[in-house]
């Protein structure tokens, strides 16, 4: 339960009444009551012996009580409870378009560019419950792996579903980013995004990158391209004369200008991810750049306490009259 807090904490000041209450009350009691000389006070002797006159006093008290609790009442005590929801005033549409061609699985990451690709993207979407989030795979060609959905399970799932040989080999970097945006233009989120990863040079597909570009432009898409591969050369994996599968080093090939030039048209951002580290750094760039807006709405239940307070100034009172007009009536 949370503290008791107060409405009209004014009302306190009221509190200050109390002792000059108690000194009229005394004052109005000795103006009342007679004096009387006599001679001697032997015949009321047996009279003093009761001690209900030393008790009257209590009813001042029950009096003064009722009094405060009236106060503290009107000062209007309550108890709050405070409960929050968090809603999204501004929604993102994300969708990944993941390079799945051969060259993927180059061994410069662990286990290979694919895999790693696959579980940094994995985390990203867990960082981003909010938003909806889709994938779309491409190498010499490129289709919807899944659309832009909130249900992050699913977009999880497919992901971990990504392997090579789903379409044939090559590297279409316009298609794939024509397909992801084909996916967002029609979004009505006020902000919508691409990242794009590759590890190649477009090569394949009927869509040149920069004719994807201009469209994602048109639509307000920005894309962030990421190019993945370590510099120089990288272990690639191959059989030998014999048939068992050795290690050869081969070239690195990204076209890095054109996923900078993508990038800059769309008003996105180009990453080189040249380990598993810097790889998950660029994600992380990302997510703080492509903050989604929350709205906190925070709802206040007061449980109000002065009823109770104003029921027991009433049975103080109460209580204060039956004892006056009964058991002290005879010393009124």
């Known amino acids: 339960m949370n503290d008791i807090t107060f409405l009209h904490p004014q009302f306190f000041y009221l509190l200050l009444l109390v002792p000059l209450l108690i000194v009229w009350h005394i004052w109005q009691r000795n103006k009342q009551q007679a004096n009387l000389s006599i001679s001697t006070t032997a015949a009321f002797a047996k009279g003093q012996k009761s001690f209900l006159p030393k008790l009257r006093p209590v009813l001042l008290v029950l009096r003064m009580l009722a009094f ?3 106060v503290v009442a009107l000062a209007r005590p309550r108890t709050t409870d405070i409960s929050s929801k968090t809603k999204k005033s501004e929604g993102i549409d994300i969708m990944l378009a993941v390079d ?6 180059a061994r410069d990451f662990t286990p290979n560019r694919l895999e790693a690709s696959k579980d940094v993207a994995i985390d990203f979407i867990e960082d981003r419950p909010s938003d909806r989030i ?13 659309p832009l959905t909130t249900d992050h399970k699913i977009v ?16 279409a970097i316009g298609m794939g980013l024509a397909t992801a945006v084909n996916r967002l233009k029609d979004s009505k989120a006020k902000s919508k995004v691409v990242i794009l990863l590759t590890d190649g040079q477009n090569n394949q597909g009927q869509i040149d990158p ?6 994602a432009k ?6 962030y391209t990421i190019g993945v591969g370590t510099k120089g050369k990288a272990p690639y994996p191959t059989k030998d004369f014999f048939g068992r599968d050795v290690l050869v080093d081969v070239d690195v090939n990204i076209d890095e200008d054109l996923l900078q030039k993508i990038a800059d048209m769309t008003g996105g951002k180009y990453f080189r991810a040249i380990d598993q580290e810097k790889y998950e750094a660029i994600y992380e760039e990302i997510n703080e ?15 109000e306490k002065y ?13 204060e009259m039956l004892l006056k007009y009964t058991v002290f009536k005879s010393f009124i």
Not at 134 to 146: D, K, L, N, P, R
């Open 68 to 70: 405060a609790l009236i």
């Open 100 to 105: 799945v061609s051969r060259s993927m699985d």
């Open 134 to 146: 889709g994938v779309v795979v491409y190498a010499a060609e490129s289709f919807t792996q899944t």
């Open 156 to 171: 999880k799932n497919a992901i971990k579903d990504i392997r090579f040989g789903l379409i044939e080999d090559g590297t």
């Open 210 to 215: 920069i004719t994807a570009a201009e469209i």
């Open 218 to 223: 048109q639509y307000n898409i920005r894309t």
């Open 289 to 303: 750049l492509e903050k989604t807006i929350l709205e906190e709405l925070k709802y206040y239940n007061y449980d």
């Open 307 to 319: 009823s109770t307070l104003v029921l027991l100034a009433a049975g103080l009172l109460l209580l």
